[in-house]
């Protein structure tokens, strides 16, 4: 079955950038739908990014929009998520996850989501 790790995390200045990734095993992620959520500190885990197995259709959460990009490559078996213009509030682990879909179909919902990697931190400091 898929196992999936993120990597990419750290700590980070406002206004850095970061590159997280999700490297898939045992696998292909070719017919998932994927997506990264985030939990901080005390809250609860919330919706980030979601894309199609074949990338053509991307979500965002209104909180990232236009800072973060969600992309895919099949043929490496990676997820990333491209994240600029850091902030204090996007401190939080960082989680990719999976779910076998149709094509165009993606998903906010944590629920939807079947496999899970184990989160990689990102700890912005101003």
């Known amino acids: 079955q898929v196992q999936l790790i993120e990597s990419g995390g750290g700590l980070v200045q406002v206004g850095d950038s970061l590159r997280l990734s999700c490297a898939a095993s045992?696998?292909?992620?070719?017919?998932?739908?994927m997506g990264w959520f985030r939990q901080a500190p005390g809250k609860e885990r919330e919706f980030v990014a979601t894309?199609?197995?074949?990338?053509?259709?991307?979500d965002y959460a209104d909180s990232v929009k236009g800072r973060f990009a969600i992309s895919r490559d099949n043929a490496k078996r990676t997820l990333f998520l491209q994240i600029n213009s850091l902030k204090p509030e996007d401190t939080a682990v960082y989680y990719c996850?999976?779910?076998?879909?149709?094509?165009?179909?993606?998903?906010?919902?944590?629920?939807?989501?079947?496999?899970w990697g184990p989160g990689t931190q990102v700890t912005v400091s101003s």
């Open positions: 996850a999976a779910v076998t879909a149709p094509d165009w179909k993606i998903y906010t919902e944590s629920s939807r989501y079947v496999r």
């Open positions: 045992g696998g292909p992620i070719s017919g998932s739908a």
């Open positions: 894309i199609s197995r074949g990338g053509r259709k991307v």
